[in-house]
């Protein structure tokens, strides 16, 4: 059993990026640019735009936080995406979700420049995907194709099953997987709350992507000898043996599972890193114009 350490490739990979925006600026003034739209005060919201910021900096690019509060209207948030689209010192951005009860995402998502969406979340950048056109991935996938690629990880022919079907996971990793590329060129199953058989679907799998956010669901008997396992889900549950009295565990019971898969990634320190590491990739993406050009 080999442990996919996610830890230690965003590590690499985020060394490339600063690599990378360093030769940039050998030509343009500015390193790239990525706006976070933060509306309200959800704490975890609040983490996860400083970690973003966080990244950036450890990377060379440049990231500004838009605070709003929860008062602000779908009308002047519309009217902020829109301003930020025509500013064309901004390379890429990202409007944090969930938003306020009144206001619609997909209205917000939908006003976001495609050409500044690294997000990957516009419906043309779905489309996109879909039609394997050069787009922007979200994050997620993006972090689990990167992983699958740098492990030298067979995918072609081989059978893949995803649980869960979420816009943000579950969907587009079975999309890329069956895609005519590398990483993909897989047999794509989607499993999901109405499945049938699900556990036998999940045995039958080489490469099983569980993203259905139930903590330690998935356990030995449903694993395949030999299989890669990647493990979406992040939670937290209480422990007696750490000082915090909890402990973070993923979809997949571990200690069982890592003894009988060929590949298998840790929680935390697996998908997780990877997924920041995504939206540094496409900021990159975005400001060298790769996309849209
Ligand atoms: N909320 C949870 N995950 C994400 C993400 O990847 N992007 C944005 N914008 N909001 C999120």
Excluded: W
């Amino acid at each position: 059993m080999k442990i996919i350490d996610g830890k230690e490739t965003a590590q690499q990979i985020k060394n490339e990026i600063a690599d990378e925006v360093a030769a940039m600026l050998n030509s343009r003034e500015q390193g790239p640019h990525l706006v976070a739209v933060l509306v309200g005060e959800d704490p975890a919201s609040q983490t996860y735009v400083r970690n973003k910021e966080k990244a950036c900096a450890q990377v060379g690019i440049i990231s500004s936080v838009y605070k709003y509060p929860e008062s602000i209207s779908e009308k002047e948030l519309l009217e902020v995406v829109d301003f930020i689209n025509n500013d064309d010192e901004i390379d890429g951005l990202i409007v944090q979700l969930p938003l306020p009860k009144h206001i619609s995402e997909k209205k917000i998502i939908e006003k976001i420049n495609p050409a500044k969406d690294v997000d990957g979340f516009h419906p043309l950048n779905v489309g996109r995907m879909a039609l394997n056109l050069p787009t922007y991935l979200p994050a997620t996938p993006y972090g689990i194709l990167q992983l699958i690629e740098r492990y030298n990880i067979e995918t072609e022919g081989k059978s893949c099953v995803v649980l869960g079907r979420s816009h943000i996971v579950g969907s587009p990793i079975s999309i890329l997987l069956s895609r005519k590329a590398y990483p993909g060129n897989c047999t794509v199953t989607v499993c999901h709350s109405r499945t049938k058989n699900l556990k036998q679907i999940a045995k039958s799998a080489d490469i099983l992507i569980v993203a259905m956010g139930q903590p330690q669901f998935v356990t030995e008997d449903m694993v395949k000898k030999d299989a890669v396992v990647i493990d979406v889900g992040i939670h937290r549950v209480p422990s007696d043996k750490t000082k915090s009295g909890f402990r973070l565990v993923g979809d997949v019971l571990f200690d069982e599972v890592s003894k009988k898969a060929g590949y298998i990634t840790p929680v935390p320190g697996g998908v997780g890193p990877m997924t920041i590491v995504s939206l540094l990739m496409n900021t990159l993406k975005a400001a060298k114009k790769e996309i849209y050009f």
